[in-house]
């Protein structure tokens, strides 16, 4: 069965220090994975997917299978940052896909 | 703006009264799903509707039902709440089954059971 680990449940960072949330999966095919990001009193929306090795907002990740990570970093961190961030990897399977989620991380940036 | 609404944003209800948490979506997707968050977990998928093709996980509780009437509409019926019900429920939405679509959550719906 997948699994998707975030071991800090919560990471507080000063502003403008770099910022890397970890995540880890445990997954024996190839992962589709995503982070998702909630900020206060909003809705749980998508920050960014491997497959498009993109930068929004800053943040990047990076998919590393001998690892199997796939953390999220930004070089400068920023206080609208601040946020509950979750890792989720995707399972494609017999007639079905499985979005798996994190725990989740909060992320606080100190002014 | 094209969305997920879910409401009510807050519900109670008692121990064993039936209670049906609501979704509609503008989005027009194909997927829609209903999660499951307790304080300080990982969502987790309850099930899912396809269409008008309905997904169980299957650990999901039988004490759990999902409706789907029609494209815009999702309902999530607990028949017999207990405490350990008590969560926050989540409905999202994907345009098409399978990889990389990505999901559109609504606000929630936070659950107390009495």
């Known amino acids: 069965a997948q699994r998707v680990t975030q071991p800090e449940k919560l990471l507080s960072v000063f502003k403008g220090a770099p910022v890397e949330l970890k995540c880890n999966y445990s997954y024996s095919g190839s992962p589709e994975l995503f982070w998702y990001v909630q900020y206060s009193r909003q809705r749980l929306q998508l920050l960014l997917r491997?497959?498009s090795r993109e930068s929004i907002k800053g943040f990047t990740a990076d998919l590393n299978k001998g690892e199997t990570s796939f953390h999220l970093k930004k070089p400068f961190a920023q206080e609208e940052d601040s946020a509950m961030y979750y890792c989720a990897l995707g399972v494609s399977g017999a007639g079905s896909y499985q979005l798996t989620f994190g725990k989740g991380t909060k992320l606080s940036v100190i002014p | 703006d094209a969305m997920v609404i879910q409401n009510p944003r807050y519900q109670v209800t008692q121990f064993g009264k039936p209670v049906t948490l609501s979704c509609s979506q503008t989005l027009n997707h194909n997927v829609m799903y209903w999660y499951q968050q307790k304080s300080s977990q990982a969502p987790k998928l309850l099930f899912h509707y396809y269409d008008k093709d309905f997904n169980n996980e299957a650990d999901t509780p039988d004490n759990f039902q999902s409706r789907r009437p029609n494209t815009s509409f999702c309902f999530l019926d607990i028949r017999s709440p207990g405490l350990g019900d008590a969560a926050m429920y989540l409905c999202a939405t994907s345009s098409f089954w399978g990889r990389l679509s990505p999901l559109h959550f609504g606000n929630g719906t936070r659950l107390t059971v009495t």
């Open positions: 491997h497959i």
